[in-house]
């Protein structure tokens, strides 16, 4: 949540709704797919996934530990997805 409003001009993302709409923005920017992750809203953690027609939403729960403990969840998970397409995966893949 950190860097979608900077790169969308959504001014703070702190709601599913505004996740939606820095998906979209990313989208009209050019992305195939727009996948905004949510571990920083509060309460239960939910990603966006925007393909220009439809959102899909992965939902899962706070680790123990929570946000205090946990970082570069993102970056594992953007490294995931590169190498699922580099295999020949599909993005929901």
């Avoid at 860097?3 to 709409?21: D, N």
């Avoid at 993102?74 to 190498?83: D, E, F, K, P, T």
Wanted: hydrophobic residues 40%; charged residues 25%.
């Amino acid at each position: 949540m950190r860097s979608a409003p900077y790169e969308t001009g959504v001014k703070w993302i702190s709601s599913v709704k505004e996740m939606e709409l820095a998906a979209r923005r990313l989208f009209e920017m050019g992305a195939s797919h727009a996948l905004v992750k949510g571990g920083h809203l509060e309460g239960e953690p939910v990603d966006v996934l925007f393909d220009g027609q439809s959102f899909r939403y992965y939902r899962g729960r706070r680790l123990k530990g929570g946000r205090a403990r946990f970082h570069g969840t993102g970056c594992i998970l953007s490294s995931a997805v590169a190498a699922g397409l580099a295999k020949g995966n599909g993005v929901e893949e």
